[in-house]
């Protein structure tokens, strides 16, 4: 199947400082990725949905400023969590699909969160 | 909204069948999916079904869908340890563009 990488795998991080998330689609053009926040033992929750070229359309009750998120090219997309607070720790997900293969979503490897 | 229910646990011994089975609301799916996520890991797709089909099987996994009443499974043949997981249902309804809905997750545990 087609790779998702995403990079760094785990990050720990001072409260009030940024933290960039990154996810590359390896061997495959992705017009659209998506960003989840998984919480312990939950399911994974959409945050976002990230279209190369223009703004991301956010779910309700994530707030887009502090979640900023670029789709820059068609195989990157970043997160970058913005004076992060240790209720953002968390596990992020990034999920891409090939613009050729619709059906099927691949998902990076995650990164690990934690806001000390 | 859309909702996804997953049963929470399976147990099941080496070399024995799984089963496990998931239900959405959502009647206009398009695809169906079986994700799988090891501790501290990303999800790795599993294999995927298409509305219109009843089953699909590949390899050791059978996935039957009952689209009547919205009802999905994963059957996992002589299950091995490596197969102790979480196993997410998940349910996408647009095929351009969407975002998959998950449901909790199932974590299968194989005993020796």
């Known amino acids: 199947g087609a790779v998702v990488s995403q990079h760094p795998s785990r990050v720990i991080c001072k409260s009030g400082t940024s933290v960039k998330i990154e996810c590359r689609s390896l061997?495959?053009?992705?017009?659209?990725m998506f960003w989840y926040r998984q919480f312990p033992k939950k399911s994974l929750m959409l945050m976002a949905t990230s279209n190369e070229g223009s703004k991301a359309t956010y779910e309700q009750g994530v707030e887009k400023d502090k979640f900023l998120i670029n789709h820059a090219s068609l195989t990157l997309s970043t997160l970058t969590v913005t004076s992060a607070h240790p209720e953002d720790s968390s596990f992020y997900i990034c999920?891409?699909?090939?613009?050729?293969?619709?059906?099927?979503?691949?998902f990076g490897q995650g990164t690990r969160l934690t806001v000390v | 909204g859309e909702d996804v229910e997953q049963s929470l646990f399976l147990s099941v011994r080496e070399g024995d069948s799984s089963v496990i089975n998931c239900t959405y609301t959502d009647s206009s799916s398009t695809y169906l999916y079986w994700y799988k996520q090891e501790p501290g890991a990303g999800l790795q797709l599993l294999t995927y079904?298409?509305?219109?089909?009843d089953m699909k099987q590949d390899q050791r996994l059978t996935v039957l869908l009952n689209k009547k009443d919205k009802h999905l499974s994963l059957r996992i043949a002589d299950t091995q340890t490596g197969d102790s997981a979480i196993y997410f249902c998940a349910d996408q309804f647009d095929q351009a563009g969407t975002a998959l809905i998950f449901g909790k997750g199932t974590t299968l545990s194989v005993s020796s």
């Open positions: 999920s891409a699909r090939a613009t050729d293969r619709a059906a099927e979503a691949f």
């Open positions: 061997d495959f053009q992705a017009t659209t």
């Open positions: 079904i298409f509305s219109n089909m």
